[in-house]
């Protein structure tokens, strides 16, 4: 870490993106806190009544996870309104490490959102973890753009081909819909 | 939207992994919708035996896949396709398929990372073609496949009785259509 850190020309505010490295980070561990951030990006303005019946989540919880995302400070209340309605902000990271640099997008969230409700996404994840998610993520959104076959993505992640090709379907259904609502997904290569 | 091209009644199909994958089991509506589409066509649907192999040595996690594959023979309407490599041409489709593949992939491809087995599709709709068939039909997984194995079934000459078809996006549309 050097004065290089500060990059000339640029506004930067070291401590509103360490804020969203966080945020984005709680939001990949968990998944139904993902899974409202998700609906809220989607659907917002949106009023709370309508979260849980769409969500089917309990008052309490549903209040827990808004009031999570007000201190993480991607959530807007908007009082003005009645009934109160709330809004999330899209998510954008860019991470460059000695790794090479990735984007990290809602695109993400909206994955590990959809474990309780899509087999074939949490199958993958409990045997692989979210950072091989996030790699599938990567190698789908390459398929899509036809840089190669779904087997020889799996080649790439280094699973077996049912297991690539399972979780490659089942994220290019996530990447389609994102679409609407991920303002960054072009970039998220 | 309609499925493009027409398929015609009674002919020929092959399908790989990805559209079991994508239609899930008997209960989706996706399952029922390609079930459905197979009766009315009278198609004759088949199966690589590379594409089941590859099922069946699949880990444990994912026996909910090779389920999938069991439903839809026992139901009576998907049987193993084996490829002939005797059959005069097929090996060299299998072979013109895989540098179709290699040219038409991004830079960091390699040629280890091309799959025998997405290969092996093409040699099959070859085999078929050539053969009894009238017609045949191939669902692939992905739009890289479909447009490699068009290109080498186009220069192979049986390019006007056979069609390529990305297979997820094919079973949406008839969802779209029974369904919608």
New interface residues.
Partial sequence: MSADNRIAGTQTDPEETFNDFLTYAELLNTPQLARLYTFILRDGPVEIETIKTELDMPHSTTYKYLGRLEEMGVLTRHDDETPTTVTVEPIHLQLDTEHGVVTATPVLIDAIGRQRETEDIRVFVDRQGIPKLAAALHYTLRIMDGDFTQRTGANKLGVHPVEGMTVFTALEDVIEEAAEYDPYLDRAD | MAPEPEIPRDSTAIID??VL??MGGPDNEQYQAFEQFVKDRTLTVYIPGHVAE??G???D??A??RDRLRAAQNAGWLKPGRIDFSTPGVSEVVDKTRKR?LN???ED?TED???K??TILAGLAYQYATGDATYVTLFV?????E?AIEDVLSAADVGDITSVIEG?SFIANLVADQFG
Avoid: F, W
């Avoid at chain 2, 997984?141 to 496949?145: F, L």
């Fill in positions: 992994s990805s994958i994508a590859e099922m040595e699949s880990p996690a994912y909910y896949q593949m038409l992939s991004a491809v990372e091309i799959e087995t997405d997984s992905n739009t890289k496949a447009q997820r």
